[in-house]
């Protein structure tokens, strides 16, 4: 049985009000493309945000039980996308190697997050009839 994922205080998933008669309720995510290929998403920001939190990559994924591999290959992604990288790796030496957030990174998150808040500003404003 797979281990359940570490948690996150925040949430991409933006959820209206319960139309009760029709037993509905609007839900959505939002995400940000560049070119066709998706840039920002919620894990892609927690990513970034695990690496901030743990100064590592190794770390960063394993608290996401994520891949080293695939936690690279996300970071490459968005540094490319970016045109300019969000997260810089150092190489190891005495103290070890690590990650970390550029100020480019720092402000792509928070840029994430306040769309996040905007769409739920959006979705709580819709009515279902």
Do not use: C
């Amino acid at each position: 049985m797979p281990k359940p994922k570490a948690p996150h205080e925040r949430n991409a998933l933006a959820s209206g009000p319960e139309h009760k008669e029709a037993g509905l309720q609007l839900k959505g995510r939002i995400w940000l493309e560049k070119d066709g290929q998706t840039f920002l998403s919620w894990g892609r920001v927690v990513l970034l945000e695990r690496i901030a939190e743990h100064g590592t990559l190794a770390a960063a994924a394993r608290s996401m039980d994520m891949s080293y591999s695939h936690a690279w290959n996300l970071v490459k992604q968005m540094n490319q996308l970016a045109g300019k990288p969000l997260v810089e790796k150092q190489a190891g030496g005495k103290k070890g190697g690590g990650a970390y957030l550029t100020p480019s990174g720092e402000k792509a998150r928070d840029e994430f997050w306040r769309l996040v808040k905007q769409f739920q500003g959006w979705v709580d404003q819709r009515k279902i009839k």
